[in-house]
Each structure stands twice: as C-alpha cells, then as structure tokens.
C-alpha cells in the first residue's frame, strides 16, 4: 500500500473514532420506560411486583429467557 493512501485511511479511521466517542460523550441519560413482567424470579421478601423507578441509581442486570 502506498504512504498516501494508508494516511487517508488513517484519517477516515481516526474520525470514525472520534465521531462515535463524540456520540457517546453527548448523549444524555433517559428514564427507563414503566414495565412489568407476569412472573419475577427473585424478589426481595415481601414484594410481589418490581417497578422500575424503585431502581434508580442501581445497574441492573436483566435475564430473559422463555419457560416451554
């Protein structure tokens, strides 16, 4: 490959990077949608339903899979 065009795809790569890292720095965080499900695995005692907004602030790790 000759000097010029590795440079060219160099430049093409490094604004592909920088756009996608602009991207993700301005995107602001959005309240997750209200849900439910039919059945929760795991409940702390005492709940029989899980809203959302009592999560806040928490990372959430969710696990769906279909029962046969």
Known sequence: MRMWQ????LIVILFFILFQISNAVSAQPEMAPSWEGTEWINLPAGNKTLD???????????SFFQKW
């Open 6 to 9: 590795f440079r060219i795809s």
């Open 52 to 62: 959302v907004k009592d999560l806040r602030g928490w990372v959430v790790y969710l």
